[in-house]
C-alpha cells in the first residue's frame, strides 16, 4: 500500500464527453499541482484520463468520468509515495504524511471543483445539464 492515498469525488451537471476540454489541458495540471509532473499513461475521452505522478510524488493519478443521471460523476485518485526524507520517527512521520496527503487532498478538490464551475458555465441548481461545448464557460474562476 502507498503512503498518500487520496480519493474524491464531485457531481459534474455536464455531458461527460465536454470533459476531456478541461480535464485534458497540461496548463491546467500545471496550476493544479505545481510541484507535480504527470505523465498521460491512458487517454480515456469522456471517461477521464490516467497519469504516472513525478516530483513531490511518485506514483499515480487518476480522473475517473462516470456517467450518471445527466451528468457524470468526477473521481479523483492520487497514490503514491514523497520523495522527502519523512523523519525517522514515527509520529513526526505520520504527521507529516498527513499534511502531505490532506495538501493533495485540498488541492484535488480546487482541481475537480475548477472543472464543474467551467463545465457548468454559471448552470443554477435544478437547470438542465449542460450538452453542448457551445455552453461551457472558459473562465477558470470559481463561482462564475
Known sequence: MTSIQVADETFVAAD???????????????????????????????????????????????????????????SWFLHGEPVENLPDDHRRRVARLTEVTRRFRVAGRAAASEVKHTLENGRAAGDPAVTSAGDVGTSTRMGS
Open 16 to 74: 461527460p464527453v465536454l470533459a476531456p476540454s478541461v480535464v485534458a489541458d497540461p496548463a491546467r495540471w500545471r496550476r493544479w499541482w505545481p510541484d507535480l509532473r504527470l505523465q498521460v499513461t491512458e487517454d480515456r475521452g469522456p471517461q477521464g484520463i490516467r497519469w504516472t505522478v513525478s516530483g513531490a510524488v511518485t506514483g499515480t493519478a487518476e480522473f475517473w468520468l462516470r456517467p450518471v443521471l445527466d451528468g457524470f460523476v468526477l
